[in-house]
């Protein structure tokens, strides 16, 4: 029997920063993705108290600049989207595109001219679009001269950003979402808050008023989306990862709780119950300061509890362990978190723990949780594919990967979950958001594009490009 819904949206996604290229066409100013380095280091070194913003254009050191040329190859790429049967296809608009350096009155024509076309192929083949407003992406000037979102001054930049895009497409866009993986700044604040070393991401209660900062901001966007039109819905988005104890030793226990608490579900808590949740004092005095030190005004608060969100995006890719009562145990690397390793669990090439099983207890604890829809807008395997003499890859990896996860998923579903969605990461191959490069890939298909900025740009389809579009046929049911 099929587990999925009638009219569930199977797709995939991207962000701007890391597919579109084109960093200075169309009048689109610097953002601060265009500033990182390419290579692993690249958040240790941007975070760096002496680091240089300004951009040497000469090498190819920066590979977000580039992206994979999709500003000019997206009607290729979404005919492909096409020919796989996408139902949705979740990609994010760059500030940077629209307001230039952030802080300007009017938008950038050209720049909107760019996402009227690529909506239109859209919908030329009944796509529907799920956008991100923030991903990874904010006007590098915002970082420069206002210091990141821990400045109040950005929810203002934010809300004519977001003003701009939602009244231009409510028609044709029902599914938004305002922040990518709003989480991620909890352990690095640097993409979605544009905090680094030298305006303060080393001090939590940065990171904290910046969070504060985004979540007003949000519920801005949420509160516009339904002025525009009660109907459409703006979900927030989070990046899970499902939390485990180590043993049964009530100390592992207990922190496991706390982990889960200060980093799978605050920023959930806020945007879906429009409140601070009742352990927020104690993970602010872990840092040594209290809420009240905040700049929080009491129409804040009301605006929050106003306007929640309407469903929960996220991000699953690994699941994480946490033993502090085993100092010396291994360590295990991960999506931003890293935990202790899981003897039950391989690893991807990166060290990431692969628990498909975890997904279907992120999706449990999650709607047990708050009740709203979710949408599983990021979930893949990266991995170097070797493609042969005729740029075939036959990923079955990959698809082992992606099979495991869409059986979690109908296991969810069949425990009660309302889950609205599929979009895996990366559904073309595009520039890793942690190692800045093209060799960890995640795509159906294939673009011929090394490390070092070389290759034709070519697009070629993997094996799973097949085996999605078949899954997609079935809704889900010919694995
Ligand atoms: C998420 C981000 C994406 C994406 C993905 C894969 O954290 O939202 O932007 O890149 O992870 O991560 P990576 O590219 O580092 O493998």
Redesign the pocket.
Known sequence: MNKFPKNFMWGGAT?AN?LEGAYQEGGKGLSIADALPGGPDRFKLVNAPDFDWSIDENHYTYPNHDGIDHYHHFKEDIALFAEMEFKCYRFSIAWSRIFPNGDEKQPNEDGLKFYDQLIATCQKYDIEPVITIS??EMPLNLVKKYGGWKNRQLITFYERFARTVLTRYYKQVKYWMTF??IN?AFTFPVMGQGLVASNGANDKQNIYQAWHNQFVAGAKAVKLGHELNPQLKVGCMV?YATTYSYDANPVNQLATLEQNQAFNHFCGDVQVRGEYPAYTEKLMNKFGFSFTDLEIGDEDLALLKANPVDYIGF?YYMSTTIDVADKNREQASG??IGGVKNPFLKTSEWGWQVDPVGLRIALNELYNRYRKPLFVV?NGL?AVDKPDTNFHVQDDYRIDYLREHIEAMAGAITDGVDLMGYTP?GCIDLV????GQMS?RYGFIYVDLDDQGHGTLKRYKKASFDWYKKVISSNGDQL
């Open positions: 962000a890391q991903h990874y990518n993986e991620s990046l991000s999506n931003l990021e990266g990461w890793s958001a942690s190692t960890k």
